[in-house]
């Protein structure tokens, strides 16, 4: 009854199934964290949650590590029951009887959003320019050095373009630097407008 009454109340959101897959428990904190109630989980699979945006390798090496008595570490974007997509931490452990024959598995949960979703913003403000959403030059330097040596490697041509926007100074002076940062933006997105994903 303790152990029962814990679960219940654990601050993280716990998830046990059988080794089918079928949900049978759902604790208070996963119902709040992915938006179900718990009598719409009991008897589903988990794959309800999934949001399309994790590999299927994840999951082929989820099954594979619990299936062989280990325990399993690892993240998840999953949909909330509003279909707004939330990452989780999961620690995935397989349950067994008294013969030691896995009947279950408990997945304790950490909903990681607000984390994965500063590190994106982090991330994005690290590799591209504030003003136009463009790579910045740190980023385009990098990019521009694996693709040279790429191109020396395959033996493929390389081209470079330079533009040269005439009369941005005068643009600046004449208009204001709001004006110039007008003409940056649209520039980016004319030349972004004409470029393949490969480009």
């Given at each position: 009854?303790?152990?029962?009454?814990?679960?219940?109340?654990?601050?993280?959101?716990?998830?046990?199934?059988?080794?089918?897959?079928?949900?049978?428990?759902?604790?208070?904190?996963?119902?709040?964290?992915?938006?179900?109630?718990?009598?719409?989980?009991?008897?589903?699979?988990?794959?309800?949650f999934k949001s399309g945006a994790t590999p299927e390798k994840v999951y082929a090496e989820l099954w594979q590590t619990v299936l062989q008595g280990k325990e399993w570490y690892g993240?998840?974007?999953?949909?909330?029951?509003?279909?707004?997509?939330?990452?989780?931490?999961?620690?995935?452990?397989?349950?067994?009887?008294?013969?030691?024959?896995?009947?279950?598995?408990?997945?304790?949960?950490?909903?990681?959003?607000?984390?994965?979703?500063?590190?994106?913003?982090?991330?994005?403000?690290?590799?591209?320019?504030?003003?136009?959403?463009?790579?910045?030059?740190?980023?385009?330097?990098?990019?521009?050095?694996?693709?040279?040596?790429?191109?020396?490697?395959?033996?493929?041509?390389?081209?470079?373009?330079?533009?040269?926007?005439?009369?941005?100074?005068?643009?600046?002076?004449?208009?204001?630097?709001?004006?110039?940062?007008?003409?940056?933006?649209?520039?980016?997105?004319?030349?972004?407008?004409g470029l393949r994903d490969s480009d």
């Amino acid at each position: 009854a303790l152990l029962s009454t814990a679960v219940e109340q654990s601050p993280a959101p716990v998830v046990i199934t059988d080794i089918d897959g079928s949900i049978r428990y759902a604790n208070p904190k996963f119902e709040q964290m992915s938006g179900y109630e718990r009598g719409e989980v009991l008897g589903e699979n988990p794959r309800m949650f999934k949001s399309g945006a994790t590999p299927e390798k994840v999951y082929a090496e989820l099954w594979q590590t619990v299936l062989q008595g280990k325990e399993w570490y690892g993240e998840f974007e999953n949909k909330r029951r509003n279909g707004e997509p939330y990452y989780v931490e999961a620690q995935i452990a397989p349950m067994v009887n008294g013969s030691g024959k896995i009947v279950s598995l408990i997945a304790l949960q950490q909903d990681v959003t607000e984390k994965r979703l500063l590190q994106k913003q982090l991330e994005k403000l690290a590799t591209t320019d504030g003003l136009t959403g463009i790579y910045n030059r740190v980023t385009f330097l990098h990019n521009f050095e694996r693709e040279v040596i790429r191109a020396e490697r395959y033996g493929q041509p390389l081209t470079v373009l330079a533009f040269d926007l005439d009369h941005f100074k005068h643009i600046n002076d004449r208009y204001g630097h709001h004006a110039g940062d007008e003409v940056l933006i649209q520039f980016s997105r004319a030349i972004q407008s004409g470029l393949r994903d490969s480009d």
